[in-house]
């Protein structure tokens, strides 16, 4: 089960049922960031040591550096709406800008890498 889906089943739990969704979200994010920059450090070396140039290994960095902002992007997104969940209890909207903010970050993680969280 991924951390996105054991989330996402938290949600159906009792009475405290939203910190306990916020709460595994942020430990899944965390989780997820950790093994992020794990992979991003492994897939630059390797997109230079595989280049046939020095000039083509700075190209296609340079691409996947792009494609990698987008998923900074999204990590920051996810960090922001799981802190305004914190802070606005009697929100409704807020809990679920969380849902979809960690959707968005899973699915772009699945693009670039093949793996969510």
Request: with cysteine; glycine share 6%; hydrophobic share 45%.
């Amino acid at each position: 089960m991924t951390a996105l889906a054991f989330v996402l089943a938290f949600t159906a739990c009792g009475a405290s049922a939203r910190e306990k969704t916020i709460h595994a979200t942020l430990l899944a994010t965390n989780a997820g960031r950790e093994a992020f920059v794990t992979f991003d450090e492994r897939h630059q070396l390797a997109i230079v040591e595989g280049a046939p140039t020095e000039a083509e290994g700075y190209a296609r960095l340079e691409t996947y550096k792009a494609r990698r902002d987008r998923i900074a992007a999204d990590f920051e997104a996810l960090y922001r709406t799981i802190a305004m969940a914190m802070v606005l209890e009697h929100d409704g909207k807020s809990l679920q800008n969380v849902l979809d903010a960690a959707k968005t970050l899973n699915d772009d993680l699945k693009t670039l890498t093949g793996k969510g969280l």
